[in-house]
C-alpha cells in the first residue's frame, strides 16, 4: 500500500513539473514572438520613416541647388558628372498615386538606396543619362523597408507614363514592357539595350528593378520604358500633363 501511494506522488510531481517547463516554453515563445514583431516594425516601418525624413532633406537640398541661374541657351560647357551619392533629379510614377515622387540619387549600394531613394546603376553597366543620345537610364528601389520607393513596381503596365525630372528638363517616358520575374543574377535587364525587353537596338530607354516577391530579395522584377517627349522647364516648373 504505501509503496502504491509512493508512486502516484512521483508521478504528480513530475507531471506538475513538466507543466511548470511547458509554462516556461510557452513564455519564451511568447516573448521570442513579441520581440520578432518588434524587429519587423523596426524593419518595415521605422527604417521607412528614417529613410523618407533623409530623402525629403535631400530632395530640398537638390531643389535648392536648382534655384541657381542656369547655364544660357546654347552653353557648350559639357554635361554635368555625378560622383556616388550625388543627387541628380526625381523619379515621378502615376500609377503609384497621386503626388508620388522619389529622389534619383547615383549608386545602388545600401548605403545610398537605404536613405528611401532611387538609385541609378553604375556597375556591371553605368548607366546613361537621360539626356544623353542614347542609352539606357537604369534605377533600383527597395520593394520593402528603407522607404520602399518600388513597393508597387508590379502596378505598371504597357503604356503608363513614367517621368524624370532634372533641373532643366522632363523627360516622358511610356512603359514598353515588364519582367515580373527573373534571376538576382540577371544584369542583362539593365544593359544598354536591356536583354527580354521588347527594345532591338539603341534608343533612349528607362529601366525600374527592384526585388521580388514583397518582403523578399529572392528574384528581381523589371520595367521597361521608352523616351517620347522631352518637355523644358518653363520658370515655373510647371509639370507635363501626364503628372496633373
Not at 560622383?83 to 545602388?108: E, N, S
Not at 556591371?124 to 520607393?149: I, K, Q, T, V
Not at 516622358?172 to 544584369?187: E, I
Amino acid at each position: 500500500m504505501g509503496t502504491a501511494i509512493g508512486g502516484g506522488r512521483g508521478r504528480r510531481g513530475r507531471r506538475g513539473r513538466t507543466a511548470v517547463a511547458l509554462g516556461l516554453l510557452g513564455e519564451l515563445l511568447i516573448t521570442l514572438g513579441l520581440l520578432l514583431a518588434l524587429f519587423v516594425g523596426y524593419s518595415l516601418w521605422w527604417t521607412g520613416v528614417v529613410a523618407d525624413r533623409a530623402a525629403g532633406r535631400a530632395g530640398d537640398r537638390l531643389r535648392q541647388s536648382w534655384t541657381a541661374p542656369a547655364a544660357p541657351p546654347g552653353d557648350t560647357a559639357p554635361a554635368p558628372r555625378y560622383a556616388a551619392g550625388d543627387g541628380l533629379g526625381f523619379l515621378h510614377v502615376p500609377a503609384f498615386g497621386r503626388g508620388d515622387r522619389t529622389l534619383i540619387r547615383m549608386g545602388t549600394t545600401a548605403e545610398v538606396l537605404n536613405e528611401g531613394v532611387a538609385g541609378v546603376y553604375e556597375e556591371p553597366y553605368r548607366s546613361a543619362m537621360p539626356w544623353d543620345a542614347e542609352g539606357n537610364f537604369a534605377l533600383a528601389a527597395h520593394r520593402d523597408g528603407h522607404g520602399a520607393r518600388f513597393h508597387d513596381l508590379d502596378r505598371l503596365a504597357v503604356g503608363d507614363p513614367v517621368v524624370v525630372e532634372t533641373r532643366d528638363a522632363w523627360y516622358v517616358y511610356r512603359v514598353a514592357g515588364t519582367l515580373p520575374q527573373t534571376s538576382k543574377y540577371d544584369v542583362g535587364v539593365v544593359a544598354p539595350v536591356p536583354e527580354h525587353s521588347p527594345f532591338t537596338g539603341p534608343g533612349r530607354y528607362l529601366t525600374l528593378t527592384t526585388c521580388t516577391p514583397v518582403y523578399t530579395s529572392r528574384y528581381r522584377m523589371a520595367v521597361w520604358a521608352q523616351l517620347v517627349r522631352v518637355d523644358p522647364v518653363d520658370p515655373h516648373r510647371t509639370p507635363p500633363p501626364e503628372l496633373r
